[in-house]
């Protein structure tokens, strides 16, 4: 008896999705029976033990035969056996689709899906089917650390990985743990997983066992045991072991906590005399990690370098107290063994630090004019010069005078081209805060011009006191400072002598004092005037400086009143008038 169907166009209306399998069953047998021979469907490339396949067969023969269905291997499972003649699969087994589950205690293997139809001769059909009984097939175990954490590597045989899981239990040394997590398998049968000593309490060094638990579909497949070490934690220091004072001191931690990425529990300790820093380091998967220490206003001498792993098992105390307090304290003491620190790994090297070479400056500071001579109660100008640098960002300085009894601050005029932040001066000092956006291709900046005015016969100097310096890239500048000399004269001609200013490109300029032209004065008229002008200015007192807020602008009112009647006075306009 033959099967066929003839398309109908109601068909294309059928959910494909719904009826996949007889579907692909029913066209099976079409294509045999137009072809006249045997096909063989298996669903699945490789089957598990325990679980289930589906076997689709179809085919027609011209000659009635009898028909044997099998799956062959080391077993066997005997699908159809039909001994009376039939011409098609499904006239001779009642069907052509099985859903067959392999026993779970075959082993893995090829196996032969066999249809074997007898009609005279013997015609003969197969198709592989491979069998896999889930198995572990390979362990890798690294060294284990003390109370650290490593990856361990499972490979396994396998049908479907999805379906598989892998646990595992810790025993020896008084200790019989498992852990409740699963992990899973990749695509190539492999499954890698982190074990974390820590989450067992303190394991001891020695040795311990290892079992491994295969699970497929729910069900325990394979059961395996390796014995594995903990050791004991390893720690070691590098860095450049003779620095100078200023140079960053870099140091790379090494260990054997390999794959424990984020371990916290090891600190470095830079202690040397009057100076102790310390500082904790994580690891990265290679077991390392970097401390930097600055060693800036540091003094030179030799100093130590201590580098101790904890375990993460201090008890009684917080581990930045010990740390600061007990980094080099012998794990042996029975203090130690209080704050359970007898299982720490200590190590120590020596640092020498030497003193650094002077720093050599480049840039200077100056006046221009260095020396200024004035009168008493005249002033004169100087200008503040920097050399040495190709570029300037800002600048804070601060100027004084060393006597602000013979010479007193009267001014003070930052350049153009720059920004103030701030500025101010009184009697004895100024300061003055500058961005600068200029540039000179002759390296010499103008930073400020000071206006000194004379207040007493002496001699005195104009000094910078502090000045913090910025290049255009940002880096500190550290200048040599030169003062600038100041004469003053109160010779009571009444006449100042010539003095030099300074424009802002730091050339002199003299200043002449010119006086007042008249062709109708009369001579004699005049020299009245110079006398009298000249006893005035020795009778009118110097203002009094009252700390750092001035002169007496009451007396000076006063004295300047009196000045101008006696000018008013003696005026040559006066005496014109007169005649």
Same mark, same amino acid.
């Given at each position: 008896?033959?099967?066929?169907?003839?398309?109908?166009?109601?068909?294309?209306k059928?959910?494909?999705?719904?009826?996949l399998?007889?579907?692909? #069953?029913?066209?099976?047998?079409?294509?045999a029976s137009?072809?006249? @021979?045997?096909?063989?469907?298996?669903?699945? &490339?490789?089957?598990s033990?325990?679980?289930?396949?589906?076997i689709?067969?179809?085919?027609?023969? @011209?000659?009635? +035969?009898?028909?044997?269905?099998?799956?062959?291997?080391?077993?066997?499972?005997? $699908?159809?056996?039909n001994e009376?003649?039939?011409?098609?699969?499904?006239?001779g087994c009642?069907?052509?689709?099985?859903?067959?589950? /392999?026993?779970?205690?075959?082993?893995?293997? &090829?196996?032969?899906?066999?249809?074997?139809?007898?009609?005279?001769?013997?015609?003969?059909?197969?198709?592989?089917?491979?069998?896999?009984?889930?198995?572990?097939?390979k /362990?890798?175990?690294?060294?284990?650390?003390?109370?650290?954490?490593?990856k361990?590597?499972?490979s396994?045989?396998?049908?479907?990985?999805?379906?598989?899981?892998i646990?595992?239990?810790?025993?020896?040394n008084? =200790?019989?743990?498992?852990?409740?997590?699963?992990?899973?398998f990749?695509?190539?049968?492999?499954?890698?997983?982190? =074990?974390?000593?820590? %989450?067992?309490?303190? $394991?001891?060094?020695?040795?311990?066992? $290892? @079992?491994?638990?295969?699970?497929?579909n729910?069900?325990?497949?394979?059961?395996? %045991? *390796?014995?594995?070490?903990?050791?004991?934690p390893?720690?070691?220091?590098?860095?450049?072991?003779?620095?100078?004072?200023?140079?960053?001191?870099?140091?790379?931690?090494?260990?054997?906590?390999?794959?424990?990425?984020?371990? %916290?529990g090891?600190?470095?300790? $830079?202690v040397g005399?009057?100076?102790?820093?310390t500082?904790?380091v994580?690891?990265?998967?290679?077991?390392?990690?970097?401390?930097?220490?600055?060693?800036?206003?540091?003094?030179?001498?030799?100093?130590?370098?201590?580098?101790?792993?904890?375990?993460?098992?201090?008890?009684?105390?917080?581990?930045?107290?010990?740390?600061?307090?007990?980094?080099?304290?012998?794990?042996?003491?029975?203090?130690a063994?209080?704050?359970?620190?007898?299982?720490?790994?200590?190590?120590?090297?020596?640092?020498?630090?030497?003193?650094?070479?002077?720093?050599?400056?480049s840039?200077?500071?100056y006046?221009?004019?260095?020396?200024?001579?004035?009168?008493?109660?005249? #002033? #004169?100008?100087?200008?503040?010069?920097?050399?040495?640098?190709? +570029?300037?960002?800002?600048?804070?300085?601060?100027?004084s005078v060393e006597?602000?009894?013979?010479a007193?601050i009267?001014g003070?005029?930052?350049?153009?081209?720059?920004?103030?932040?701030?500025?101010?001066?009184?009697?004895?000092?100024?300061?003055?805060?500058?961005?600068?956006?200029r540039?000179?291709?002759?390296?010499?900046?103008?930073?400020a @011009?000071?206006?000194?005015? +004379?207040?007493?016969?002496?001699?005195?100097?104009?000094?910078?006191?502090?000045?913090?310096i910025?290049?255009?890239?940002?880096?500190?500048?550290?200048?040599?400072?030169?003062? *600038?000399?100041?004469?003053?004269?109160?010779?009571?001609? +009444?006449? *100042?002598?010539?003095?030099?200013t300074?424009?802002?490109n730091?050339?002199?300029?003299?200043q002449?004092?010119?006086?007042?032209?008249?062709?109708?004065?009369?001579?004699?008229?005049?020299?009245?005037?110079?006398?009298?002008?000249?006893?005035?200015?020795?009778?009118?007192?110097?203002?009094?400086?009252?700390?750092?807020?001035?002169?007496?602008?009451l007396?000076?009112?006063?004295?300047?009143?009196?000045?101008?009647?006696?000018?008013?006075? *003696?005026?040559?306009?006066?005496?014109?008038?007169?005649?």
């Open positions: 008896m033959s099967v066929s169907l003839s398309p109908r166009k109601g068909f294309t059928i959910p494909f999705h719904n009826l399998l007889p579907l692909v #069953a029913i066209l099976i047998a079409n294509i137009a072809a006249e @021979e045997v096909v063989i469907f298996v669903h699945k &490339e490789a089957v033990v325990d679980d289930f396949v589906r689709d067969i179809s085919g027609t023969f @011209e000659k009635s +035969g009898e028909i044997e269905i099998l799956i062959a291997g080391k077993d066997v499972i005997w $699908l159809c056996k009376s003649p039939s011409k098609s699969i499904l006239e009642g069907k052509t689709s099985w859903l067959v589950k /392999i026993p779970k205690e075959w082993e893995s293997g &090829e196996y032969l899906v066999k249809v074997n139809i007898h009609s005279g001769s013997t015609s003969e059909f197969s198709k592989v089917l491979k069998i896999v009984k889930p198995r572990i097939t /362990i890798e175990i690294p060294e284990f650390v003390y109370q650290g954490k490593n361990i590597k499972v396994a045989e396998l049908a479907e990985y999805s379906k598989a899981k646990g595992y239990r810790i025993m020896g008084n =200790v019989d743990e498992k852990d409740e997590e699963f992990f899973d990749n695509k190539d049968g492999v499954s890698e997983f982190y =074990v974390d000593l820590r %989450s067992f309490g303190v $394991l001891k060094t020695g040795l311990y066992l $290892l @079992e491994l638990k295969l699970y497929y729910g069900t325990l497949f394979d059961l395996r %045991s *390796a014995t594995f070490e903990i050791v004991d390893k720690i070691s220091l590098s860095f450049k072991e003779e620095i100078t004072v200023g140079e960053t001191l870099r140091i790379e931690i090494s260990t054997n906590r390999k794959n424990d990425t984020g371990y %916290s090891i600190f470095v300790a $830079l005399k009057n100076y102790k820093a500082k904790f994580e690891l990265d998967e290679d077991g390392k990690a970097k401390a930097v220490f600055e060693t800036a206003g540091l003094s030179e001498g030799e100093y130590r370098v201590y580098a101790r792993d904890t375990g993460l098992t201090l008890k009684n105390i917080d581990p930045k107290i010990f740390a600061k307090t007990h980094y080099d304290l012998d794990p042996s003491s029975s203090y063994k209080l704050l359970q620190a007898d299982d720490d790994v200590v190590i120590s090297k020596t640092l020498r630090m030497l003193k650094g070479n002077a720093t050599k400056t840039v200077s500071i006046f221009e004019p260095e020396k200024i001579e004035m009168q008493c109660n005249s #002033a #004169a100008k100087t200008g503040i010069f920097l050399i040495g640098s190709k +570029g300037l960002s800002s600048y804070d300085m601060k100027v006597n602000e009894g013979v007193e009267n003070l005029t930052i350049p153009n081209g720059t920004h103030e932040d701030y500025r101010y001066f009184y009697a004895k000092n100024a300061r003055f805060k500058v961005f600068n956006f540039s000179d291709e002759f390296k010499k900046f103008q930073l @011009e000071i206006e000194i005015k +004379g207040v007493s016969e002496g001699e005195t100097s104009l000094k910078i006191e502090s000045a913090k910025n290049d255009e890239s940002g880096n500190e500048l550290h200048p040599v400072f030169f003062d *600038a000399k100041i004469i003053v004269k109160c010779n009571g001609s +009444g006449e *100042a002598e010539k003095q030099p300074i424009s802002e730091g050339t002199q300029a003299d002449k004092i010119e006086e007042p032209k008249s062709g109708e004065i009369h001579e004699n008229a005049k020299e009245e005037r110079k006398a009298e002008t000249e006893k005035i200015l020795r009778e009118i007192p110097r203002p009094k400086k009252v700390q750092m807020r001035g002169y007496d602008f007396a000076i009112l006063i004295g300047a009143a009196a000045f101008i009647a006696v000018i008013m006075k *003696a005026s040559p306009f006066r005496v014109m008038k007169r005649a």
